[in-house]
Structures are given as C-alpha cells and as structure tokens.
C-alpha cells in the first residue's frame, strides 16, 4: 500500500534545512514526514491485567542507507507483534509493508529488536517460537522481491541445530549477514557458540560460520568483519586464530557499553555521560574521548553511526537528534534534527536510527501512564528547491560580564539562525538556534572565543559568515607552564598569575578538543591530573572577575 506524508497528516510535512558548517552541499535540504501504521485504528488489546496497551509502534527502528525504514510495533495483532517497513519513493510518499510470521498465534511473538540490510532486508525476532517444545526462539528474515517481501524463518531446526537455542537478540550487517548467540545443554555443562547465517546462491540463508564461546556473547552491532557486543566484547572475524577480544573501560569502576562500528572498523563506546572512540588504526586499547557535553548533548548519549563515521547523539530533547561530522581536528557539529511535528501526545523518544542520508525516530504518542502507539519521524535528503538566504553581514561578538552578545545583519529571506562558537582548532559546536533578527545571548567560556552565524530557510542555508570579536580587556595571562608525568599522574606547574582569582587547566587527549580539568588557587601554582592517553597536552587560562586571559600552551617536561 502506498503511502503518501501529505495523505497521512499533511500538517506533519515539513521541509527542513542542513544546519551543517562541514557540509559542502549548499543545495541540500532535508523533508521530514511523519508516518502511522495505516492499520493504527485497530490495533489495540486489553492485557492480562486488564489495562489498555496501544501497539508500541515505533518502539524500534531501523534504516537501510538505500533509505529503507523499518519499526516494530510488538503490540500489534492482538500482542503477536508485527514489523512495519517503509521504502522511499521519489515523490516523498512511502509504500509501507506489514510482516509478521509464525507457526502458531498462540506462541509466537515479535520482539523489538530489528535490522535491515543496505539492500533492505529485514531482520526479526520472535523469542518464544516453539513453546511447546522448549522455546527455542526464531529469527525472521524478509527479503524485497517484486511482488512484496520474500519470508523465511531461520530456527534451529531449520538450520542444522537441532538441540540449539537463540539466547539473545540478533543482528545483521549493512551487506546482510546475521549474527546470534545460540547455546545448548544445561548448566554447568551448557555450550555457547555465536552463528553466522548468510544467503546461499538462491537467496536463502543458511549457517555459514560458528565461533565457540565460553560465555554468553550478547551482540549489539555488526559492521564488516567486527562484531561488537555487552561487557567491551568483540569478535574480529578476520582473526581467526583469535577472533573474541575485550576493550577495557577508560574509566576505572565505570562500565564500558558499546554502542556502534563504523565502516572502517572504528568503535563507538559510552562510558557515564562521555563517548569514547576506539580507532581502528591505533590500538585498541587507547581511546579517544569526544566530549559530548561540549556539544550541548546533556544526560546518558544514546549513539548511532553511519558507515563514513558520521556520529548522530541524541541530545536529550524529546525529538532532537544532533550529527557529529569527523574533520581532520576532531568533530564539528553537523545538521540538527528537530522534529517540527506538533505531537501534542508525545511523552518520549522511543528509539532512533541514523544512516548518511536519512534519520528516523520512533516516537511515543501514548498516555503517560501506559505503553502507548507511536508515529515515525523521517528526515530524507532532497537536492535543490528554494531561494538561499542571503549571507549574514556585520556580525560582532562582545562581551558583556560573563555574557556574549552576538549580534548581525542582513540575511534577507532567511526565517532563522544557526550560532556556532570555537574555542580553537577541532571544537567548534552548536551553541543554539534563534528566530529573532537581532542576535544571540551566549554564556562566556575560558580563552578566546570565535563565533560563526548561518542564515538558513525552510529549504535552503547560507554558507558560515565569521563574526568580528571586539577586543576588551583581559585578566593577566600565565608567563609560563609546563608538565610532567609519572606511572600514575601528570603534575602541572606554572609561574605568573598571581593577581587572578582563578587557574583554569585544560586538557587534550589524543587529539582531542580542549577541555576543562579544573579550576585552583593562582597560589598552588600546581595541578594534578590522573595519567591517561599516550598524546597529552595542558593549557591555563588565568580569571580575574568575569575576564579570562589568552591561553598558555604547557611545555612538557622528562
């Protein structure tokens, strides 16, 4: 059934604009359509408790980079659970295409946990398959073929397991390939093994590889020859004389959940608050914090990667996904996805998916004190359309107290502006977005400031036009400064200042973004800091009242 945004709720249509200061396509601009099962209106049940449950729709979802969305909705039919699919079509409609499968309506269900190929395949999961018999758990694969979906269950039986059972979720690649955890036996005694299932010649998947574990593997993603599971695990598929290796957390005591791979094998983990990349190229031992905070990202990050290494964060707002773009000094901020749906019954983000092209959130729209329906939200890039904004003029940035007044001119046709602010090389951010023509408040920050402004419109956006920052009067800087390291810290030494208020020491780890490490008494003329990364860089930036000085470089000392 084709589905068209403008048929469904054609208030939900909107387009929107690339706020991205890295991205080189001046004609691009993206079209948010928000989608519903079409079958919504019946999908309701009465749980054993007696309370209403709605479908779930959107609860989890997935995109292929041919622009494919998927979502489950576990439910739906009467709580078997079904998987709706949405393949793009050129005019902005979408063709959706229900799927659920099972040998009986009273075991079987689908769970949340979805996949798709880049080619579109559709990978799910019914846990209880085969009740009966001792819940053995399926996986469900729905292949595009020209009159709809092709079907197949891959249960153990089917697949030369007999006396194997699913243990835990699985996952498919962007090419395709399936990866479960299954076991047999009994404890102490059970076995564990993570099975590989790919297409045959004929297009249906059958076991074509099997790495025995002594452990639970629980996967989380796969991407080419790596994939990453719970607990820092990750099985390298070209390592076959070892393949099963553990990434240890940065953080002592903290947890290490990993939570993405990109196509060239670099791994994306959250530590606390903090995104950690482990890069392929390095070991993988050493990683290299983002700094989430720094671009306004507040609580625990929920991540998801494209195969070029784009980051998408989830910034803490109810429908609000921000891209991160890898440039030579780091991650600058990239397009902001905010949903203009007014969904005035929307509670939560349930869940939301990012591939180079196209970005899908899958939202709650239920009553706060129960499981509700959802809708879908879809950003998909469209080439040209529109009148570019003209360019932003005569932008200063002053400051005022602990405040930054930025203000512009110009911009004729453009509906709002972009503020993005550097503290130096690889940590530029978004700093917010604002409808009014005059300017922008922004809190101050340590060192140096160089704020940047972008007119965009509802279809196209200005390139970057770099304010001028007033000169005003400053707190004496640092005369000098230096570091070392032992086994277990590094001292930070420093001599001048004296008149501040305030030492403010910052650091950069493998390349990283500056950022704050403390703030101490101008007389301690001393930091200790806890050893951490092989590439470590200081700097300090005397405070006096609300002025900060120029930041001093620290020499690094044997």
């Known amino acids: ?6 048929a469904i709720i054609a208030a939900f249509v909107a387009i929107v604009v690339a706020t991205s200061p890295a991205d080189s396509r001046p004609d ?52 078997h659970g079904a998987i709706y699919v949405y393949q793009p079509l050129p005019d902005g409609s979408y063709d959706e295409t229900k799927l659920s499968f099972g040998n009986s309506p009273l075991s079987d269900r689908i769970h949340t946990t979805i996949g798709l190929s880049d080619s579109g395949t559709v990978l799910f999961f019914d846990r209880y ?41 699985p996952v498919i690649s962007p090419d395709g390939t399936v990866a479960a955890t299954m076991s047999r036996g009994n404890h102490p005694n059970r076995e564990y093994a993570v099975q590989f299932f790919r297409p045959d010649s004929g ?6 590889q099997t790495i025995e574990t002594d452990f639970e593997f629980m996967p989380i993603r796969m991407r080419g020859n790596l994939v990453i599971g719970h607990d820092g695990w990750v099985v390298d598929l070209d390592q076959t004389a070892n393949p099963l290796t553990r990434l240890t957390s940065p953080v002592p005591a903290q947890r290490l959940l990993l939570n993405d ?36 990202v507040t609580g625990y990050p929920q991540v998801s990667v494209s195969e070029s290494g784009r980051l998408a964060v989830r910034t803490g707002s109810l429908a609000e996904v921000l891209v991160l773009v890898r440039s030579s000094t780091g991650y600058v901020p990239g397009q902001l996805y905010r949903s203009r749906a007014e969904l005035s019954g929307s509670r939560r983000m349930y869940d939301f998916a990012f591939a180079d092209e196209t970005v899908v959130m899958g939202l709650d729209l239920g009553a706060p004190d129960a499981w509700g329906s959802g809708a879908l939200t879809t950003f998909r890039t469209q080439e040209g359309g529109g009148v570019v904004p003209g360019p932003v003029t005569s932008c200063t940035a002053s400051r005022d107290g602990a405040k930054v007044h930025i203000t512009w001119s110009g911009a004729e046709t453009a509906d709002s502006f972009v503020i993005y602010r550097s503290t130096g090389p690889g940590s530029t951010f978004w700093r917010g977005r604002t409808k009014d023509a005059l300017g922008f408040v922004d809190t101050d920050h340590n060192g140096s400031l160089t704020y940047s402004v972008v007119a965009i419109n509802d279809f196209q956006r200005q390139t970057p036009t770099t304010c001028n920052t007033q000169s005003l009067p400053s707190a004496a800087p640092i005369s000098s400064c230096s570091f070392s390291r032992t086994a277990t810290h590094f001292m930070v030494s420093w001599r001048g200042g ?48 609300t002025l900060f000085s120029a930041a001093v470089n620290c020499d690094a000392t044997p």
């Not at 403010?504 to 990364?533: C, T």
């Open 1 to 6: 059934m084709k589905l068209a945004p403008t």
């Open 28 to 79: 691009t601009v993206y079209q948010e359509a928000v989608l519903f099962a079409s079958d919504a209106a019946d999908q309701s049940f009465q749980g054993q408790s007696g309370g209403g449950f709605a479908t779930r729709f959107g609860q989890h979802v997935a995109v292929a980079a041919n622009g494919t969305v998927a979502t489950s909705a576990p439910e739906a039919d009467s709580g």
């Open 129 to 169: 398959y085969d009740r009966q018999n001792g819940q053995t758990g399926a996986i469900g694969i729905a292949q595009p073929s020209g009159d709809g979906y092709h079907q197949q269950v891959l249960a153990p039986g089917t697949v030369g397991l007999n006396g194997w059972v699913f243990r835990w979720f």
């Open 203 to 208: 297009g249906a998947y059958v076991l074509s």
């Open 261 to 296: 791979v990109d196509g060239a094998g670099n791994i994306y983990a959250r530590v606390g608050k903090e995104i950690y990349v482990y890069k392929a190229q390095s070991p993988l031992s050493v990683p290299t914090a983002l700094n989430i905070a720094d671009f306004g």
């Open 498 to 545: 004296h008149d501040s208020d305030a030492v403010v020491v910052q650091r950069s780890v493998d390349g990283s973004p500056w950022y704050w490490r403390g703030s101490v008494d101008p007389s301690q003329a001393a930091f200790v800091d806890p050893a951490r990364g092989t590439d470590v860089r200081y700097r300090v930036i005397s405070k006096k009242d």
